[in-house]
């Protein structure tokens, strides 16, 4: 079942432009993640926010949490072409096993040059 | 190795054989994690080592599929009888203990014709 649900679920900017990714989830979390996937292979670990914080950059990416709309939004500032992927969130299930990283379906995000 | 790495890249079989795939996960990373994902969709997770025990295979299918990881590093996922609708992008990933992010592999591309 997915926890986590992005939306939209495709996005299509010009580079320079700023992309912003949205993801909700259901149940309570202790750390949300965000996960980009270039051409349906690997994916690489992007950012982690715990419940407790409210806002983590890292580079160009932004990451809010919401814990009380159950939400989370990553910016991705100045956009490149090589920014084109797919972005997902991710969460462990509160107190479940820590394996059990839940993805959503993912934002598709398009960066024209 | 430097990353987490997963043997074959690409495997096609005929409906009904058996078939293992093979992750090399980074030293040192004593969590490693299986997850299966189909096209236009997020990872879904299957199995979660810590060590050489499976800590969580709640997310297998139906027992047709099978891992292991006998020395708590490389870890092989077997699936018997295989069946058209196991055709998918199977993902490895490992961490550290503890959780945080994961480092996933390329992943194994399995085709059943």
């Known amino acids: 079942s997915q926890q986590g649900e992005e939306d939209p679920q495709a996005l299509s900017i010009q580079e320079g432009e700023n992309a912003t990714m949205n993801c909700s989830y259901k149940?309570?979390?202790?750390?949300l993640q965000w996960y980009r996937q270039n051409s349906g292979r690997g994916l690489v670990h992007l950012i982690l926010?715990?419940?407790?914080?409210r806002e983590k950059h890292s580079g160009r990416l932004r990451v809010t949490l919401d814990t009380s709309k159950k939400s989370s939004s990553l910016l991705i500032t100045a956009s490149r072409a090589a920014d084109t992927a797919s972005y997902f969130c991710?969460?462990?299930?509160?107190?479940?096993?820590?394996?059990?990283?839940?993805f959503g379906k993912g934002t598709k995000l398009s960066v024209k040059p | 190795g430097a990353g987490v790495s997963q043997t074959p890249s690409n495997k096609v079989t005929e409906k009904g054989k058996y078939v293992e795939l093979r992750c090399d996960p980074i030293?040192?990373?004593?969590?490693l994690y299986w997850y299966r994902q189909s096209l236009g969709q997020g990872p879904e997770f299957l199995i979660y080592?810590?060590?050489?025990?499976?800590?969580?295979d709640s997310g297998l299918p139906n027992d047709r599929f099978f891992a292991v990881r006998p020395e708590g590093s490389v870890s092989t996922l077997k699936i018997q009888r295989t069946e058209r609708g196991d055709s998918a992008v199977y993902l490895c990933?490992?961490?550290?203990?503890?959780?945080?992010?994961?480092?996933f592999g390329s992943g194994t591309r399995l085709t059943v014709v």
């Open positions: 149940t309570s979390i202790n750390n």
């Open positions: 926010i715990r419940s407790n914080e």
């Open positions: 991710a969460t462990p299930p509160y107190g479940g096993s820590q394996g059990n990283l839940i």
């Open positions: 030293s040192g990373h004593t969590a």
């Open positions: 990933a490992s961490s550290l203990p503890g959780g945080g992010g994961y480092t």
């Open positions: 080592f810590q060590g050489t025990g499976a800590a969580d």
